[in-house]
T-cell receptor, first 114, second 114 residues
Framework: DVKVTQSSRYLVKRTGEKVFLECVQD?????MFWYRQDPGLGLRLIYF???????EKGDIPEGYSVSREKKERFSLILESASTNQTSMYLC?????????????FGDGTRLSIL | AQSVTQPDIHITVSEGASLELRCNYS??????LFWYVQSPGQGLQLLLK??????LVQGIKGFEAEFKRSQSSFNLRKPSVHWSDAAEYFC????????????FGTGTRLTIIP
């Protein structure tokens, strides 16, 4: 089974802090994704990466950046956290070939910005 | 661009009753369609997927879904729900050619009453 591991289940940070959310997958998947999930809005794509050091903006990239230095690891960075970034963050991965491959999700990080 | 509509925000069903969750999609070509389930505090788990071929697909946990091109629908069904099926359910559509992104619906929360 694919294992996608997010480093923290719960995280509390302060406004203005630089925040790192880490995600690791163990299946050598080329593609990795970061979503945020908010009630009534479903999942919205922040960024995705289709290869090491490659990234592409999703639907809501403002206020976020990402890093992918190794194939198995994809980091989401909040450069200067704000209260409107309080949310559930979900990481996912999938193989690189073909749109019919499902995404596999981690358990999520619930981030609170105070 | 693709889009997904889940018209029911919240559904309540008695244990043992049948279930149908609605999903309508918009996409100009052949879509890839997915249903995911999210238990409280957890990530998303894939229930089933449709790519092509037989329009009735079987998934895990006794779920099935039927693709109806004429209605742009991919409704999820289960003949008899169990209390453990209480969760949030997300429908998602993926593009056919090379676009690695999924577009998710806003979800349907399922409550099971004894």
């Amino acid at each position: 089974d694919v294992k996608v591991t997010q480093s923290s289940r719960y995280l509390v940070k302060r406004t203005g802090e630089k925040v790192f959310l880490e995600c690791v997958q163990d299946m050598d998947h080329e593609n990795m994704f970061w979503y945020r999930q908010d009630p009534g809005l479903g999942l919205r794509l922040i960024y995705f990466s289709y290869d090491v050091k490659m990234k592409e903006k999703g639907d809501i990239p403002e206020g976020y950046s990402v890093s992918r230095e190794k194939k198995e690891r994809f980091s989401l960075i909040l450069e200067s956290a704000s209260t409107n970034q309080t949310s559930m963050y979900l990481c996912a991965s999938r193989p690189g070939t073909g749109g019919n491959q499902p995404q596999h999700f981690g358990d999520g990080t619930r981030l609170s910005i105070l | 661009a693709q889009s997904v509509t889940q018209p029911d925000i919240h559904i309540t069903v008695s244990e043992g009753a049948s279930l149908e969750l609605r999903c309508n999609y918009s996409y100009g070509a052949t879509p890839y369609l997915f249903w995911y389930v999210q238990s409280p505090g957890q990530g998303l788990q894939l229930l089933l997927k449709y790519f092509s071929g037989d329009t009735l697909v079987q998934g895990i946990k006794g779920f099935e879904a039927e693709f109806k091109r004429s209605q742009s629908s991919f409704n999820l069904r289960k003949p008899s729900v169990h209390w453990s099926d209480a969760a949030e359910y997300f429908c998602a559509v993926g593009a056919y050619f090379g676009n690695e992104k999924l577009t998710f619906g806003t979800g349907t929360r399922l409550t099971i009453i004894p």
